[in-house]
């Protein structure tokens, strides 16, 4: 059973993390633990459907590693910026 259940209120925080990620290259595992004051916490700790509405979100850019709006990447998981430079 994962840690972080998928509820309303942990959706909500979620929405945060995806604010706090876009336009950095932080790591996901620090903004969750920081978010969810929870040391130790990891991408597996969390309920499936709740990870799936960060990957609705916001997602990192294979290229540059930054994290973008899901919907600025393409089909490679590619950022806008990246695509321009190529
Ligand atoms: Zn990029």
Request: proline share 0%; glycine share 8%.
């Given at each position: 059973m994962p840690t972080i259940p998928h509820n309303e209120?942990?959706?909500?925080?979620?929405?945060?993390?995806?604010?706090?990620?876009?336009?950095?290259?932080?790591?996901l595992d620090?903004?969750?633990q920081e978010k969810f004051k929870d040391?130790?916490?990891t991408?597996?700790?969390f309920d499936i459907t709740l990870l799936g509405e960060l990957d609705d979100m916001?997602?990192?850019c294979q290229e540059c590693n930054w994290w973008c709006e899901t919907h600025d990447l393409d089909d490679?998981?590619?950022?806008?910026?990246c695509r321009n430079d190529n």
């Open positions: 209120a942990n959706s909500q925080t979620m929405r945060e993390v995806a604010e706090e990620i876009t336009g950095t290259c932080k790591s620090d903004v969750l040391e130790g916490l991408a597996t700790d916001v997602m990192e490679d998981q590619i950022c806008g910026d």
